[in-house]
């Protein structure tokens, strides 16, 4: 994907030195050796130190006491840009116009995925977002249902997993900030907020999966420095440190849906007459303007392709054999499910003309052939596991993001797959074909490695192991290794402390669902019974709290999100009241399909979930709903610590969100009777 025009090319390689594919490289041929792909531009920060601030949670004798603080200050502009997605159906160029971030460094080829932000906890960040879209009366005279989508110029800035203030110029997602409005967000990340993967995207109630549908997201990583001490946990960025004989490679994967249609003169989405698919004639430009390009199935019936870092099908070039590598994965799109895997690609491949949605099963059972690689799952939502799970399919929900440390055994190319799922396992509640998502290019790194899973983990647990005695200071050493050796423990670098049975001051319920009742005009997005309103507030919790909830869907599956204080996973009951999230849960990835099977019920992508912090959850309904009775309850814990003001829950299929599915919470100040207490005018 480029954004067309010489000059915008000349500058970006310029400033960026990138090696610029020929125009034709794309368009003829796909494969290993074509579309090679980098991280998302890393945003130019203007940085200016700050007056050291002591944090108030950290113990006199640790050596983190005092800590800097930076200040980064960068521009954000909202702006419709020009550009082109590559097509493997067509083997062309689609010519798009989308709504876009603009800014320093941001990728004027590359320009539908967000730049990257990368900052330090301590530091506060504040970003300038500046509409310049045309003005649309809807985000300022809207009359309507505000449940129906509109202002689908307006736009607002939420940072996904921070735990940061949700008031005044902070994460706050409430305001409406209109087309010609600019308007500064101020993130003050606490000294200590755990390094991770987060991400940051636009969040006005009525356009949200409009404009993530166009692009408007980008990663956000928090680098740690903080060495685990005999009393406190560190950072995993301190283990994953490259040194001379111990190289760790990072890569930051960014997924994301671009919705693009193009539309005849009644307006209506051009399709493929031999297989329903999205079609754009010559001389169109595609666009994502209507919410008709949203439901149930609309992603894979688009035969649109995932991309990675803003490119379609494209090459991951520089693994070598043998070499750790840090994949931040990060799901950025609006509705669909994605099930990573990875698999070594036969050396009959020699390239690929056109490649139809439809054709993308038969092409990775032909030629994606050897043994699934597997993934040592390190971080959930940018938070660190207490031990590794290991699996080779991790299943990516809209808003997940895992990190996975990856080994390629061999020199070749491997197959970057999304692999199939079980129907009730999947957003568009099918069961969704394979696709390929693009490759890695492997080159030679350590000879003679074996290549067997197991000889894979044993050889990443070996290099772990020479990291902390290359990484760890001597009074922690041993008990980091010990625990490596453990089945890949990594508890000196859990960021949060387990929320147990006593700590528990009080219980909530959720229940997302879609009413369907044919008597009203259109189906209504509902939590807990009431569809979203924005006078009204859901739920008043107490800072200082510590609550459990149980999650429940009672028709289809959500994923659930809540904004600032993350979450606990404390157990998982399929229907038969079984709990699956235990690491000994039985895994039956890709089947079966048969609801009278007792296997049916579980669910790969719920296995070793027991006792890790996340803020996005998948809240599974069976469809059809009926038999077997098909409701999973969630049982989750949390903390309402440090931050009060008023954010939102709500369904990260975000066109559901956009239509109802959401709440209002505010935290409050305890009243010392029991209760909460506000300010009354």
């Known amino acids: ?71 980064a200050r960068l521009d954000l502009n909202i702006q419709y840009l020009d550009g082109e997605f590559f097509n493997p159906a067509t083997t062309k160029n689609d010519r798009v116009r989308l709504r876009s971030y603009t800014g320093t460094r941001t990728d004027t080829e590359n320009p539908f995925v967000s730049p990257m932000l990368e900052v330090k906890p301590g530091m506060t960040i504040r970003i300038s977002l500046n509409n310049k879209l045309p003005r649309d009366s809807s985000c300022t005279d809207w009359k309507g249902n505000v449940n129906d989508p509109h202002c689908f110029n307006g736009t607002n800035l939420h940072t996904h997993g921070l735990w940061v203030s949700p008031a005044g110029n902070g994460d706050n997602v409430l305001l409406s900030i209109n087309p010609g409005v600019s308007f500064q967000y101020e993130y003050n990340i606490p000294a200590d907020h755990p390094a991770g993967t987060f991400w940051y995207h636009t969040h006005r109630h009525g356009s949200t999966a409009l404009q993530v ?28 440190k490259s040194t001379a004989r111990q190289p760790f490679k990072e890569r930051v994967v960014v997924l994301q849906q671009i919705q693009y249609a193009c539309r005849d003169a009644k307006g209506k989405i051009k399709l493929n007459p031999e297989d329903q698919t999205y079609r754009c004639d010559p001389g169109d430009v595609g666009g994502i303007e209507k919410y008709d390009q949203f439901g149930p199935r609309s992603w894979p019936d688009s035969g649109r392709y995932t991309s990675i870092n803003g490119k379609v099908i494209p090459t991951f070039s520089g693994a070598k054999v043998g070499q750790i590598e840090r994949w931040r994965v990060i799901h950025g799109g609006v509705r669909d499910t994605i099930n990573l895997e990875f698999r070594k690609l036969g050396t009959s491949f020699l390239g690929q003309r056109t490649l139809s949605a439809s054709a993308n099963d038969a092409f990775v059972g032909t030629n994606c052939s050897g043994p699934a690689l597997p993934q040592h799952l390190v971080a959930a939502d940018g938070l660190t596991l207490d031990s590794v799970i290991k699996q080779t399919q991790t299943v990516f929900q809209p808003a997940y993001r895992w990190d996975l440390l990856m080994v390629f055994p061999e020199v070749g190319s ?48 070996q290099k772990l192991l020479l990291a902390a005695d290359a990484n760890m200071p001597a009074n922690v050493r041993e008990r980091v290794k010990n625990d490596l050796r453990t089945n890949l423990k990594l508890a000196s670098f859990v960021p949060h402390p387990t929320i147990q049975d006593a700590e528990i001051s009080g219980r909530q319920e959720l229940v997302f669902n879609i009413d369907t009742d044919t008597s009203k005009p259109s189906p209504t997005f509902e939590v807990n019974g009431e569809p979203y309103d924005p006078t009204r507030i859901d739920r008043v919790l107490p800072l200082g709290g510590v609550e459990e909830w149980a999650l429940k869907s009672d028709f289809a599956s959500h994923p659930f999100h809540i904004h600032v204080n993350p979450f606990q996973i404390v157990k998982i009951l399929d229907p038969n009241r079984r709990d699956v999230s235990g690491h000994n849960a039985p895994d039956f990835s890709g089947g079966p399909t048969d609801p009278k099977d007792p296997k049916y019920l579980i669910d790969p992508q719920y296995r070793a979930l027991k006792g890790v912090w996340k803020d996005t959850l998948w ?31 709500h369904c990260h299929i975000l066109d559901h969100e956009d239509q109802g599915m959401m709440q209002n919470i505010r935290i409050a100040l305890p009243d010392g009777r029991g209760g909460t207490s506000f300010a009354h005018h």
């Open 1 to 71: 994907m480029r954004q067309m025009g010489q000059q915008q090319h000349l500058t970006v390689v310029i400033l960026f030195g990138l090696a610029a594919l020929p125009a034709h490289a794309q368009s003829t041929v796909f494969g290993p050796e074509r579309n090679i792909v980098t991280d998302p531009p890393r945003l130019q920060l203007i940085v200016q130190p700050l007056p050291a601030l002591r944090s108030l949670t950290l113990q006199p004798q640790d050596n983190r006491s005092f800590l800097p603080r930076e200040e």
């Open 414 to 461: 491997y197959c970057v797959i999304d692999a199939s799922i079980p129907a009730s396992a999947s957003v568009g509640q099918t069961p969704p074909s394979r696709r390929i998502l693009g490759f890695v290019q492997v080159e030679r790194g350590l000879e003679n490695m074996e290549t067997g899973n197991s000889f894979i983990s044993n050889y990443l647990t």
């Open 619 to 649: 809240v599974k309904n069976l469809v059809p709903p009926g038999s077997p009775p098909g409701q999973y309850t969630i049982f989750v814990r949390t903390r309402y610590q440090r931050y009060i003001g008023e954010f939102v829950l």
């Open 213 to 240: 549908s166009s692009g408007m997201a980008g990663a956000l990583v928090i680098r740690g420095d903080r060495l685990p001490t005999p009393n406190t946990n560190g950072d995993l960025d301190t283990l994953l």
